[in-house]
């Protein structure tokens, strides 16, 4: 790690680990399976025994898919939901075990890990005059922003701010979670979902998912954003909302890398000084991540 | 012209810091049209003599191919602007734009401004860099799309 004393040492706050869960897998069982798109698969997981500690939304945890391997997956329930819920886009060798679990089968689980979005910091920010939050997600994006925007809406219901999500995905057959955009919707947030390649059966919007924010309808010298998505979407879409008078202090983003301990140990998730299990996944965007991501070489 | 025009001309975004002479100059080519969903604001291959400011609903530009259809390549909404083949010859539309709903927009006549902007250069490098603007988040986005992003990425 850079001894510069420029740079900081963590960006964000502790996450709490669980003690028991950060090296021994702990046993789930597979209570539900859905079938989100072609390559996306929802596991939604019960304890055998003691579950691990709560987590916060934008935490990852590791999952094991016995005889095959471990891979660090987002948690995409909320911290109120009574299931673990995982979203696995099946892309290699374990997150292709992973999406073939079926009910009943059982998966190890580590964490939770890493930094999280500051929602439950909501109160912290009852002086401040960001009032609404605008979610943008690519992809599989939004699985790491779910729980985030589940108890933002939540909030938004008991008189907090605007709730704003801005979906991008390749073709309309991508879009995940569509039912918790209904549901978002319904308890007054607003959706905007959008796809780089429209089908003959698609009626809405073909575009960027930059192409959203203009018409969004938040203020943005008093909103704060929370992105997830490749990281040159994340980019884009951050100089975007800065360009349009948003505070890059307010930016978080989700970065991800190769995480394998997910104690901040084995150091194969270093990105300049932060080590992202530890550190990320989600960090703010101002100051040095944002140099971080236009480094073709650390 | 109308004070009512020019206050729409004026509040689209597209306008945002545009001169006051060159308002005028715009608004004497403007006029207030609406249509039907499913409607044709311009069909590729026809003359491109108007652009269109929009203000309500929404427009998608589309291209046919053999055996597809229709493909939308894009879609845009209020404060976009569709059309820019009118600035630069051969004056002709290479895409369709389709009402996807109930469409109000300022249409503004091409060959008009194009005619003005010869006389009053001021209005031509106006209009040219508000188009430049346009153009440049349109070919930014087209690029990004065309990385194919959300494609498929063998990780493990």
């Known amino acids: 790690m850079s001894s510069d004393r420029t740079l900081p040492t963590r960006p964000f706050r502790d996450a709490p680990h669980d003690k028991r869960g950060a090296l021994t897998p702990t046993l789930y069982r597979v209570i539900e399976r859905i079938r989100e798109t072609s390559d ?24 094991s898919s016995f005889g095959v391997g471990e891979i660090a997956i987002s948690l995409s329930s909320a911290p109120s939901e009574p299931l673990l ?49 605008v979610v943008v997600a690519g992809g599989i994006g939004l699985a790491p922003l779910r729980g985030a925007v589940e108890e933002l809406v939540r909030t938004s219901e008991r008189g907090g701010g605007r709730v704003f999500v ?42 960027l998912v930059t192409s959203l924010l203009a018409d969004a309808g938040f203020d943005p010298e008093h909103s704060r954003a929370m992105l ?18 948003m505070n890059p202090e307010g930016i978080l983003v989700s970065l991800e890398r190769n995480m394998q301990c997910g104690v901040g140990w084995c150091g194969h998730c270093q990105l300049g000084p932060f080590l992202l299990c530890r550190d990320g996944p989600v960090v703010p965007y101002a100051g040095l991540v944002s140099h971080l991501l236009t480094q073709r070489e650390l | 012209m109308t004070t009512g025009m020019r206050e729409l001309v004026e509040r689209h975004p597209f306008m945002a810091g545009v001169s006051e002479e060159s308002l005028e100059l715009v608004v004497g080519c403007a006029r ?31 291209v046919h191919a053999p055996g597809r259809g229709s493909i939308v390549i894009e879609t845009v909404g209020p404060g976009d602007v569709v059309g820019w083949s009118w600035l630069v ?46 153009l ?18 063998r990780v493990e």
Not at chain 1, 171 to 199: K, M, N
Request: hydrophobic share 40%; proline share 4%; charged share 25%.
């Open chain 2, 89 to 134: 010859p051969p004056f002709r539309w290479t895409f369709d734009a389709r009402a996807m709903d109930r469409v109000g927009c300022i249409a503004i006549d091409g060959a008009c401004l194009r005619t003005k902007s010869l006389t009053d250069p001021s209005l031509g490098f106006e209009l040219l860099s508000k188009v430049s603007v346009t």
């Open chain 1, 40 to 63: 996306v698969t929802t596991l939604l997981l019960e304890p055998l025994d003691e579950p691990l500690m709560t987590y916060r939304c934008g935490q990852f945890n590791m999952l």
């Open chain 2, 136 to 153: 440049l988040a349109r070919l930014q986005a087209t690029r990004m799309r065309l990385l194919d992003l959300y494609g498929d990425q």
């Open chain 2, 32 to 62: 207030n049209v609406a249509f039907a969903p499913g409607s044709l604001l311009c069909a590729e291959g026809e003359s491109a003599d108007t652009f269109y400011l929009l203000r309500r609903g929404r427009v998608s530009v589309n």
């Open chain 1, 228 to 245: 997830c998505g490749p990281e040159i979407m994340m980019r884009f879409t951050a100089r975007a909302l800065v360009d349009l008078g």
């Open chain 1, 85 to 133: 819920r995982h979203s696995v886009r099946d892309v290699g060798a374990v997150s292709h075990a992973l999406c073939q679990r079926t009910v009943g089968d059982l998966v190890g689980v580590r964490g939770p890990f890493g930094s999280d979005w500051l929602v439950e910091c909501d109160n912290d920010n009852a002086e401040t005059d960001v009032r609404d939050t």
């Open chain 1, 166 to 207: 801005l979906v991008g995905a390749r073709e309309p057959a991508q879009i995940v979670f569509t039912a918790d955009h209904d549901s978002w919707e319904a308890r007054g947030a607003t959706v905007l979902v959008t796809v780089d390649r429209a089908t003959p059966t698609w009626t809405g919007r073909v575009g």
